[in-house]
């Protein structure tokens, strides 16, 4: 399927039509002699600036494409990173901000968000520290659980 980008109205977004005018300037660069013109409205456009419009569009378009593609690559990644961690009901996303494009990580059964990766904590079972840690102790939290934290180490006289 190939696409062909069709030049419209800046003003209303009407389709302009084709066809080359001598006595008429361009909207633009108010270059005498268009190409391009709305029969709605008074607007026009040299067939130069028709083409610096549609270049940048196509440009812009691959770029969002290429952009999107690295995202998508860096969000299966980190994910991929999650699980292999063991991290399974974490959810790895991107900010919305065009300029950051910061991850962030959503645990599902808590429903809480973190910009860090979130990380491993053993709670104490016991007073003895000789037995061995079971990996059923370890429970996953992360920086903004910290009150949780502090409530763990007042239950369990930790300072």
């Known amino acids: 399927m190939n696409l062909s980008l069709v030049p419209i109205c800046n003003d209303n977004g009407h389709i302009l039509e084709y066809k080359y005018k001598p006595n008429i300037y361009c909207v633009i660069c ?5 190409s ?4 709605h409205c008074d607007y026009s456009r040299c067939a130069k600036c028709n083409k610096n419009i549609i270049d940048k569009k196509r440009r ?4 969002d494409a290429v952009m999107n593609h690295k995202k998508k690559e860096r969000l299966r990644k980190e994910q ?3 699980n292999n961690d063991g991290l399974n009901h974490w959810k790895v ?3 919305d901000k065009e300029e950051k494009n910061e991850l962030y990580y959503i645990n599902r059964f808590t429903n809480t968000i973190s910009f860090d990766y979130p990380k491993l904590f053993i709670v ?3 007073s003895s520290e000789e037995e061995p840690i079971i990996k059923e102790e370890l429970i996953i939290v992360h920086k903004n659980e910290s009150r949780i934290f ?4 007042k239950t ?3 300072n």
């Open 36 to 39: 391009n013109y709305c029969i």
């Open 150 to 153: 502090k409530c763990i180490k």
């Open 124 to 126: 104490p079972t016991s």
């Open 80 to 82: 991929n990173k999650l």
């Open 156 to 158: 369990f006289h930790l």
């Open 30 to 34: 108010n270059k005498k002699g268009i």
């Open 60 to 63: 812009d378009t691959f770029k």
């Open 93 to 95: 996303k991107i900010s």
